[in-house]
């Protein structure tokens, strides 16, 4: 199903943990990682494709996660002709996408990469929000960096100041009282991650979270 320009609908998945690191697949038999993501069929929302997908790739269902935010709008990237199949030259350009960022609200065991009978990825894992593009085939690394740049800000915020202790305020019996931001508040204005760092030349700026041999197999 293509538009008219020539572009798929598609859908792309920012999964998070609760330590707000985003859920990194490695393509199977490759050396490709990248976000979960697929074409929305025909009569589907991007809602319903993002679940869809969601659970043949990663093995998660709709009560396992939380939606956080969308891209406003599609975000667009051609495909080189050198990866289009030959009776799709001249009419398919590449796909446009709506990218969903999710709160996982399952467990790490939860995740499946073996849900379906062709899998997508054959081993994950956890990284930092601004993940080392790198390592993304290179016509999909702008629209990365758009849909991570758009729900930076809807990042929830984890806050772990004791405002009380700050003040010299104890609870009764003398302990410190601890009180933690809500996690589902965002950002007011547009704020990276924490501990992350943002450049115009994402290659110089993002590192891998995870040292080598650290890859959670399939």
Known sequence: ?????GFRPNVGIILLNQKNQVFW?????????????GGIDRGETPEQ?????????VGLMPDHVRILARTRDWLRYEVPDRYIRRDARGHYKGQKQIWYLLQLTAQDHNLNLRATNHP????WRWNDYW????????????????????????????????????SGMRSRDGAPHHDHAPAEQPAAGFELPPGATFEPDPQSALKPAHPPGSDRAA
Not at 1 to 5: A, G, K, P
Request: charged share 35%; hydrophobic share 35%; no cysteine.
């Open 1 to 5: 199903m293509l538009d008219r320009d």
């Open 25 to 37: 697949g490695k393509r199977i038999r490759t050396h490709s990682w990248q976000f979960p993501q």
């Open 49 to 57: 494709a993002m679940y869809r997908e969601l659970h043949e790739e």
């Open 120 to 123: 997508e990825f054959d081993a």
């Open 131 to 166: 993940v080392p593009l790198d390592v993304v085939v290179e016509f999909k690394r702008g629209v990365y960096e758009m849909a991570l740049t758009e729900l930076a800000r809807f990042v929830p915020r984890h806050d772990h100041r004791n405002r009380y202790l700050r």
